[in-house]
């Protein structure tokens, strides 16, 4: 079997950008819950209240050398790092959406807020050859990366997003509408505001924007 190489993709053209050429030993995947502080009479310890989910961020450790090819390596990082910046000559006002796929292995849309890069090797020239690089990325919510896509404005599709539900097993979208909208029957307007294709299919730890149903 081939030995797959991960990849960094630009999520909004769907194109491969960056090559890994060692593979991360690991990833790292974290995910928050809000709660809020809320004091209570007659205790010195304050109640929480949900305040939903943060997106998800994932880490990813590589290492990048030319040491053999006695080139600068800053030339392989950079495009990594140029994942960050604004598309030349377009007037969004926005960095990519990316992904980092690896095999099979797909990760949630997201952004890169963070990149450290650490020089471990020089040439006799001064020129760097190997580097340590450290990414962040943040998770996007579907219905912004869906809206995008679709060239709306995704800030427009949230507006009046009440907070966020994280699917559990069990879980249905009728269950859910009646759960957060008082009505089974509104699993549709659910459906619409989260792009949901298929409302019989259900991921567990899929994030659902609860709309106003106003």
Same mark, same amino acid.
């Given at each position: 079997?081939?030995?797959?190489?991960?990849?960094? @993709?630009?999520?909004?053209?769907?194109?491969?950008? !960056? +090559?890994?050429?060692?593979?991360?030993?690991?990833?790292?995947?974290?995910?928050?819950?809000?709660?809020?502080?809320?004091?209570?009479?007659?205790?010195? =310890?304050?109640? !929480? +209240?949900?305040?939903? /989910?943060? &997106?998800?961020?994932?880490?990813?450790?590589?290492?990048?050398?030319? @040491?053999?090819?006695? +080139?600068? !390596?800053?030339?392989?990082?950079? #495009?990594? %790092?140029?994942?960050?910046?604004?598309?030349?000559?377009?007037?969004?006002?926005?960095? &990519?959406? =990316?992904?980092?796929?690896?095999?099979?292995?797909?990760?949630?849309?997201?952004?890169?807020?963070?990149?450290?890069?650490?020089? /471990?090797?020089?040439?006799?020239?001064?020129? &760097? *050859?190997?580097?340590? !690089?450290?990414?962040?990325?943040?998770?996007?919510?579907? *219905?912004?990366?869906?809206?995008?896509?679709?060239?709306?404005?995704?800030?427009?599709?949230?507006?009046?997003?009440?907070?966020?539900?994280?699917?559990?097993?069990?879980?249905? %979208?009728?269950?859910?509408?009646?759960?957060? #909208?008082?009505?089974?029957?509104?699993?549709?307007?659910?459906?619409?505001?989260?792009?949901?294709?298929?409302?019989?299919?259900?991921?567990?730890?899929?994030?659902? @924007?609860?709309?106003?149903?106003?």
């Amino acid at each position: 079997m081939t030995l797959q190489k991960g990849k960094f @993709y630009n999520a909004d053209t769907n194109s491969e950008v !960056v +090559t890994c050429q060692f593979n991360p030993e690991e990833l790292k995947l974290s995910r928050t819950n809000k709660w809020d502080p809320t004091p209570t009479s007659g205790s010195k =310890v304050a109640d !929480v +209240t949900f305040g939903g /989910t943060e &997106p998800q961020t994932m880490t990813i450790n590589l290492t990048f050398d030319t @040491y053999e090819a006695r +080139t600068d !390596v800053r030339d392989k990082t950079k #495009l990594l %790092l140029g994942l960050m910046d604004l598309p030349s000559g377009d007037a969004q006002s926005r960095p &990519p959406h =990316v992904e980092f796929g690896w095999g099979q292995f797909r990760s949630f849309r997201g952004v890169i807020t963070n990149f450290t890069e650490r020089f /471990t090797l020089f040439i006799e020239t001064g020129i &760097p *050859v190997r580097a340590k !690089v450290d990414v962040t990325l943040r998770e996007v919510p579907k *219905v912004a990366a869906t809206a995008q896509s679709s060239g709306q404005n995704p800030t427009s599709r949230m507006v009046g997003a009440r907070r966020v539900r994280t699917v559990q097993p069990g879980d249905t %979208l009728d269950l859910i509408s009646f759960q957060e #909208l008082g009505d089974a029957g509104k699993w549709r307007l659910l459906a619409d505001s989260n792009s949901i294709e298929d409302p019989r299919r259900l991921i567990p730890g899929f994030q659902i @924007y609860i709309p106003s149903d106003n």
